[in-house]
């Protein structure tokens, strides 16, 4: 029987959430003999190519790292893909652990490790399976989210449950707070997940059929704020897209990014400034009013209203563009 200190694990991820994970794993005696991750990318406003957190966690624990554009073996980069083939087979990890890594995995990379693949997943799935489940929860109003441990399959986040864990989704949960309490969770589960597998194997429960929705991936244009949606709508939004991509309104030709709001009583015609103070900027919407608690000049900070009211005075009966 293999003990969890030896298990030999090979880890697949890219952002903040997998680092997190990556992390838990050494201090819980497991083995990481390889890691894979994105191809850097440029980044800030001198755009220079910059290494992903779950590289970066790599190269400070001298830690083998893969960086394939894809793994299709018969895909646009096979030259990539038989370099990590190859690199899978030296390390001989007993099991391949994913987290947000952004790449599909072919079935040969399921096959590879004795213990398949385990996917370190921030949602309650079926629901939101894909790409940005966190975003999709908050702007869907979810009352609850979690982390679901699945053995790996060759579909979209379909395979077997291994482990699920729930969380309640806090009225003021933001992307970026939302993100930590799951990444805090989904690295405790996995090293309990591995801890299990290394003495038995896991048993899966097939995910139900009904309640599948998809997580697609959020774009920079959905920053848009349309205010005819109704406010508690668009408050959603702005906390589901925090840190990115924001909330983007055009108000007397200047772009304002919108980033905290309260909804509110107030009606008029949406997009109309119904009342400016220093607790904030009261905006007519399709149902309701939002008020503006928290702004972002273009090239500036994010502010409290006051303060931004400070730089950008304001009055009554102003109207932001609608889309």
């Known amino acids: 029987m293999t003990e969890a200190r030896t298990l030999r694990v090979a880890f697949a991820g890219t952002p ?56 299709r073996l018969d895909g646009k980069y096979p030259l990539d893909a038989e370099a990590a083939q ?6 001989r990890p007993d099991v391949l652990v994913v987290a947000a890594y952004g790449l599909i995995l072919p ?39 979690g982390i ?22 806090a009225p003021d949960d933001t992307q970026a707070s939302l993100h930590d309490r799951l990444a805090l969770l989904g690295s405790r589960m996995i090293v309990e997940a591995l801890q299990a ?6 048993q899966g429960i097939a995910q139900p059929i009904v309640g599948i929705t998809y997580a697609s991936k959020v774009e920079k244009a959905e920053a848009q704020i349309d205010w ?15 840190p990115f991509p924001g909330g983007l ?5 200047e772009s304002i990014k919108c980033w905290r709001a309260e ?20 905006v007519a919407c399709g149902e309701q009013a939002l008020r503006l608690v928290e702004l972002q000049r273009s090239g500036g900070k994010r502010l409290p209203a006051r303060a931004f009211l400070q730089a950008k005075p304001l009055a009554a009966g102003a109207q932001f563009d609608l889309p």
Not at 86 to 91: E, F, N, T
Not at 120 to 135: N, V
Not at 249 to 253: P, R, S, V, W, Y
Request: charged content about 20%.
């Open 16 to 71: 903040e959430f997998a680092a997190a994970a990556l992390a838990a794993l050494p201090p819980a005696g497991f083995e990481v003999v390889l890691v894979l991750t994105q191809p850097d990318r440029p980044a800030g406003r001198g755009m220079k190519l910059q290494a992903s957190p779950v590289k970066q966690f790599a190269l400070d624990h001298s830690v083998a790292v893969a960086q394939p554009r894809s793994l």
């Open 86 to 91: 190859l690199a899978l087979q030296r390390a």
């Open 107 to 145: 079935q040969w990379t399921l096959d590879l490790p004795r213990l398949g693949g385990l996917n370190i997943h921030a949602s309650l799935l079926p629901r939101w399976r894909g790409a940005a489940p966190i975003h999709r929860a908050i702007e869907a109003g979810d009352a609850r989210t």
């Open 148 to 169: 679901t441990i699945m053995q790996m399959d060759a579909g979209l986040d379909t395979g077997a449950m291994l482990r699920v864990e729930s969380l309640l989704i």
């Open 197 to 202: 597998s290394a003495r038995a194997p896991l």
């Open 228 to 242: 005819r949606a109704d406010a508690q709508q668009i408050e959603r939004r702005l906390r589901a897209f925090d």
């Open 249 to 253: 309104a055009m108000l007397e030709g």
């Open 263 to 282: 909804v509110c009583a107030g009606s008029g015609k949406p997009g109309q400034l119904l009342s400016v103070d220093e607790t904030g900027i009261v």
